[in-house]
């Protein structure tokens, strides 16, 4: 769009659109984990791990604030 030189506001809407997609790919990345990956990591004895990856999740949402 900005090699042909389209109006800006609608490279700004397309941009957020995408921005929206990736998030909601992210989320749903996000649940699978901790709903598979976390859960069995806990039940493993491995609660370190789990947290240690709850806290890294964490502390990357607080950065996007």
Same mark, same amino acid.
């Given at each position: 769009?900005?090699? $042909?030189?389209?109006?800006?506001?609608?490279?700004?809407?397309?941009?957020?659109?995408?921005? $929206?997609?990736?998030?909601?790919?992210?989320?749903?990345?996000?649940?699978?984990?901790?709903?598979?990956?976390?859960?069995?990591?806990?039940?493993?004895?491995? /609660?370190?791990?789990?947290? /240690? $990856?709850?806290?890294?999740?964490?502390?990357?949402?607080?950065?996007?604030?």
């Amino acid at each position: 769009m900005v090699d $042909e030189e389209k109006y800006c506001i609608d490279i700004i809407i397309q941009a957020s659109a995408i921005k $929206e997609a990736l998030l909601g790919v992210e989320d749903l990345i996000l649940e699978n984990h901790l709903s598979t990956h976390v859960v069995h990591q806990m039940k493993s004895g491995k /609660d370190r791990q789990a947290v /240690d $990856e709850i806290l890294k999740i964490y502390k990357l949402a607080q950065k996007k604030k």
